[in-house]
């Protein structure tokens, strides 16, 4: 009687394991990527010179919508760090900033990733 009660015991247990991890487990269905405004930014400045240095500063603010609550925190990342930086700006961080560096010429991707792997991608054309 005492092996039937044990067994049983264990098997209550393990489908409750089983039933937590399963109902634990939580997709982002219906979502592959994310979007990201604006998708593509000319800054467009001109060459500021003074003194011999070329001056060019600038931010522009970025959103990330997201469908899925569970998906934050999100990661942001910028491509070439020389050329500027990323600044998360909220705890979820579903708002960054990017501010491109004095003198710098180029094209820079700027990339979100949430924790389900899915990401999105802006371009700033500075």
């Known amino acids: 009687m005492k092996n039937k009660f044990v067994l049983v015991w264990m098997a209550l247990v393990l489908v409750s394991m ?3 991890v399963w109902t634990g ?5 219906g979502k592959d990527g994310i979007d990201i405004e604006p998708a593509s930014v000319n800054l467009g400045l001109p060459n500021v010179v003074t003194n011999g240095v070329t001056n060019i500063t600038s931010i522009v603010q970025f959103k990330a919508f997201v469908t899925d609550p569970l ?4 990661q942001w990342t910028v491509e070439n760090n020389t050329m500027g930086e990323i600044i ?3 705890e979820y961080g579903s708002n960054a900033t990017y501010r491109a560096y004095s ?7 700027i990339r979100v990733r949430d924790q389900f792997g899915n990401n999105g991608v802006a371009v700033v054309k500075q």
Do not use: K
């Open 18 to 20: 089983a039933a937590w």
């Open 25 to 29: 487990c939580e997709s982002a269905a």
């Open 71 to 74: 998906a934050f925190p999100l």
């Open 88 to 90: 998360p700006g909220s």
């Open 103 to 109: 003198g710098v010429l180029g094209i820079n991707y």
